[in-house]
């Protein structure tokens, strides 16, 4: 069945009329390729200025990243010792609200 297919995708390919390049292309090519930019040797300076800029980060994109990270360390460095302290902090932590606010 395959063979069958191959023997109709190779007919179709040499029923199908193939067009010559127009005289003008290698001079099409050539006039293109001069208009794009070339590769220059740049210093190292400016190809590390040129790695930091492709990867800026606007402002608020330190704000958070660093909030994040510094939030993280905290995280870590407080973490409890013991199930009865933390349950100390949450009942310090609610005796604050008073009974009538309520959690937003």
Do not use: C
């Not at 040499?14 to 070339?38: F, H, K, N, V």
């Not at 330190?62 to 010792?81: D, H, K, N, R, W």
């Not at 902090?89 to 309520?102: H, N």
């Amino acid at each position: 069945m395959s063979e069958n297919q191959d023997d109709k995708l190779a007919r179709l390919l040499r029923s199908r009329r193939t067009e010559a390049a127009s005289p003008d292309l290698t001079a099409r090519i050539i006039l293109q390729a001069q208009s794009l930019p070339q590769v220059q040797d740049i210093s190292l300076w400016q190809a590390v200025r040129q790695l930091f800029a492709e990867f800026h980060l606007p402002k608020p994109g330190y704000v958070f990243a660093g909030a994040l990270v510094l939030g993280m360390v905290v995280g870590f460095s407080t973490a409890p010792e013991n199930v009865q302290s933390s349950d100390a902090s949450s009942s310090t932590a609610q005796s604050y609200i008073a009974g009538d606010e309520g959690l937003l």
